[in-house]
Nanobody, 117 residues
């Protein structure tokens, strides 16, 4: 199967931490740029973090210093470590795998992250 599957979401208190995982299958994982997006109710989906096939990373300003994206090519998995979580981080988080040269763009089903006391 060609797919990406997120896991690790849940309910956490403000200031807490969570690690999201996205496992890919059916693709040459090392050739793909990987990204985490999120969408809150009534808001547009936004790119949170991305990591390219050669390891370059970038983040939306609101999560810089708090979130870290990483990838393990041996496990075909990308991670999003989220620390110092804030209520405004509450959203559905989606994993994306993209390889424009291969005309491939894959999305996961999403995992809910809720930051609330």
């Amino acid at each position: 199967q060609v797919q990406v599957v997120e896991s690790g979401g849940g309910l956490v208190q403000p200031g807490g931490s969570l690690r999201l995982s996205c496992a890919a299958s059916g693709i040459i994982f090392s050739a793909y740029n990987m990204g985490w997006y999120r969408q809150a109710p009534g808001k547009q989906r936004e790119l949170v973090a991305r990591i390219t096939s050669d390891g370059y990373t970038n983040y939306v300003d609101s999560v810089k210093g708090r979130f870290t994206i990483s990838r393990d090519n041996a496990k075909n998995t990308v991670y999003l470590q989220m620390n110092s979580l804030k209520p405004e981080d509450t959203a559905v988080y989606y994993c994306n795998a993209n390889n424009a040269k291969r005309f491939r763009d894959l999305w996961g089903q999403g995992t809910q992250v809720t930051v609330s006391s």
